[in-house]
């Protein structure tokens, strides 16, 4: 979080007041003029604080009396628990699940709670469209010819240079581009895997890492995950001398769905842990620069000397999910991916490459996640405290430290799925549990995106759906 | 070829006496006046006919005396013969070969006869550009959200009606939307076989066939291939019966790099013949619509009433190779292709398809593959006339009656990668026959691309290539 801007340090001070517990709900802020005189700032500069932790929902305006604690992070239902699934492998099975919520996923009627990505009204369209033009009209082939395999040499610089946020030191020549992350994904497994190899994964996962690895002949090795610091690394430790595994696969920041942050210190262990033996680790960083916090986390790349850590992302949660532009860093597997990139789809869109190239010019990028970071957390904040009023007393919530999901654990006898039919009934979608795990795990949990901004249809949703947990108890 | 035009009805004419060799070499052409009275049409229509043919190398002007016929098809080389590979099922190896010339292909003083693709100037860059603006103004989403995983609806139903040309009849819901050609043939590999497989291929194919079988974990089984007409079917029957054939892959218009038509009857048989046996038939067809002759050959997939043909094809060879937009009409296999769509790389740029989905209105799209059509005829004559002046006389060359390649047969002492080696010494980049085939065959053969518009330096290029192999025989 930016901490140049004087406000800002303002409103982080007493943002900490507040989670800590010392500013109590209710407790009557300081007046702007008292503040001000303190801090040696402009009124001005109170207010622009006080409006930041307003539009959070942390405080309220009271007339003519003041700013009073309206919310405070301790009131916030409780974390999920960890679930640890059976230490097995087994194939995959696709779900009919999965289809029918990706069957009501573009319908505009209904309130789309169910997808990890950013609503349009947070993304840069003019000055994405701005670079759209630039490169029709300034790229020597007019965006019309093939672009290298590997990528754009701008876009690869530019990307390179972002590695700078997570501690890396990184070339250009490192990175390849791909048509977003999960075709990143793809290419490092099939460079790291032979079918019939196991993966080892978190649980619960994102779905689609389910599929890809299903399709390619893969199986997957589920791993206890703890929701606020990612996989076990003990128990990682123990299953890595059971069983064979020939690849994991994790994200570490942020991860979908239960927005777990691997601490740096355990991706170092990691690194050091899969380097001993020699298992190859594909890393999903797509939300890392989505932080709420003060600073951007790093990454297992990090810490790789061996080249083993294969560093999947895109701007597909950050910049334009249309565009289809990913990147990876994929060490010592560089040359395969880059030959199976070539047999699979030549190379990706000159088109939108360059126009993302251009847009990381000049700070355009840096300003745009600013921006981005704080309208997420802000948001995040707002549905966390409309839910802690909506939802049964002992559900349990994620409080995520950045990307844009929440993971809702209920009751036990409430099953997700079901929950999801009655709710697309009401134009609510939400992601059931169920898909997110291959062994019928969290029938229970329910994922929810805060991507959307914080409006009366949300509330309404919201709502709705509180009153449909409700009926089930 | 379009006949709607006076001028070219009477060009036409003239170019079948030439062909027939009713005019010769030499022979003096009818005066213009004369002509004009005789078909009753204006003397610059007589002129616009003389020009075209003149433009196609076929007749010339000498100065006050008229014109004359110049050359005849009757003194292109001889063709190429058929070489039959060993029936025998083989793993594919990529070759060491392929890479050097990957090395070299974007290099810019180098003069590129080795990739089968338009150059620039052949293509409608502004109004494709008109089409980008058109697509981020007016799109309700501006291109920067997910597109359907399918496809762009527009745009599936421009393709849809483009079947009409090859005698198909197709919904747009047939259609399903890839990046590239590649991607197509790749999902499609997917959906109908899994690994150890065999496909049968034409021989000589396209090296980038290979790689994706082989990058799927398949085997290929190579079929002869007759320069003019395709695959044997004859063999093919036999060769079923013999071996387990899990799919068939072919080129059935224009293949590269042989440039062999398939008759349309041919196309019947085989869709009968593999109908029988249950054999699915993944058909690339991205050089179909560019023909040379009076109509677009038909496809396959126009006598498939079983589904059991997978139509692949792009916009790469007739409108922007780096848009990367393709499509796939996969008959029965279509829920299966969609699934590895979306496991792979979700969906394909939504830019790119609103883009060409707005060029391919109005018209757009067809009046400019009437000039790309009449443009690369022009040039496949020109090529062929001036290697008829600088190979020796017992090379062998095709005569394409489409797409954009000639292949070329020389004297069996001659080793094309060799010629390949010493040629970009001298800056001009070709594809030698070997990368063509797995069994080593076709040592002594190269693929010339007629692509880039003839020139000066193509002529220069043409001719220190020939200095080359006659200095080698």
């Known amino acids: 979080m930016d901490t140049h801007f004087k406000y800002q340090a303002i409103a982080n001070q007493l943002e900490e007041l507040i989670e800590e517990g010392t500013l109590k709900i209710g407790d009557k802020l300081p007046s702007v003029r008292r503040l001000s005189k303190k801090h040696n700032v402009s009124m001005s500069t109170v207010f622009q604080a006080y409006y930041q932790l307003e539009n959070k929902g942390l405080i309220e305006a009271r007339p003519k009396s003041g700013y009073y604690v309206r919310f405070s992070p301790s009131c916030m239902p409780q974390k999920p628990k960890v679930v640890i699934p059976k230490a097995e492998i087994k194939n995959v099975s696709i779900d009919e699940m999965i289809s029918t919520i990706y069957a009501n996923i573009s319908s505009k009627d209904v309130l ?21 033009q630039h490169a029709i009209r300034n790229e020597p082939n007019h965006c019309i010819g093939y672009e290298e395999i590997q990528g754009n040499l701008q876009l690869r610089r530019h990307i390179a240079r972002l590695s700078f946020n997570w501690g890396g030191v990184c070339h250009e ?61 003990d128990r990682l430790d123990r299953i890595i ?70 560093l999947c992302s895109s701007f597909s949660k950050t910049l334009a999910p249309g565009y289809r532009v990913g990147w990876v860093l994929p060490g010592q597997y560089k040359k395969d991916v880059i030959s199976y990139k070539l047999y699979h789809s030549i190379s990706t869109s000159t088109l939108s490459q360059a126009a993302i ?27 966390l405290q409309c839910l802690s009023e ?5 559900a349990r919530v994620s409080q995520p430290q950045g990307g844009y999901v929440l993971w809702i654990e209920l009751p036990p ?46 509330e309404t949703g919201l709502h709705t759906l509180g009153q449909l947990i409700q009926k089930r108890l």
């Open 112 to 132: 789309q709670l169910s997808v990890s990505a950013p609503s349009l009204d947070l993304l840069p369209i003019a000055k994405l469209n701005k670079s759209v």
């Open 173 to 233: 020549d490192d990175v390849v581009i791909t048509a977003g992350c999960m075709e990143a994904v793809a290419l490092s497994l099939k460079a790291v895997t032979k079918p019939g190899d196991t993966v080892a994964i978190e649980s619960p996962t994102y779905f689609g890492i389910f599929q890809v690895i299903e399709s390619l002949g893969l199986k997957v090795l589920e791993l206890p995950t703890h929701p606020e610091t990612g996989i076990d690394l």
């Open 241 to 310: 001398k059971d069983f064979k595994i020939n690849a994991c696969l994790f994200v570490t920041n942020f991860s979908n769905p239960l927005g777990c942050l691997m601490p740096d210190e355990n991706k170092e262990k990691l690194v050091q842990l899969l380097a001993t033996h020699q298992i190859p680790l594909i890393e999903e960083d797509i939300y890392g620069e989505l932080y709420f916090g003060k600073s951007r986390p790093r990454t297992c790349k990090t810490f790789d000397k061996t080249g083993q850590v294969l």
């Open 357 to 383: 190239a251009h847009f990381l010019e000049n700070g355009r990028f840096e300003n745009h996640m600013r921006h981005l970071r704080k309208a997420l957390h802000t948001q995040s904040l707002r549905y």
């Open 390 to 394: 909506y939802l049964p007393a002992d």
């Open 413 to 458: 006898n409430i099953n997700a799925f079901d929950l999801y039919m009655e709710a697309i009934q009401h134009q609510v979608s939400i992601a059931p549990g169920q898909i997110f795990s291959t062994h019928g795990h969290h029938h229970n949990c329910l994922r929810l995106s805060f991507g959307r901004s914080y409006d009366q249809e949300v």
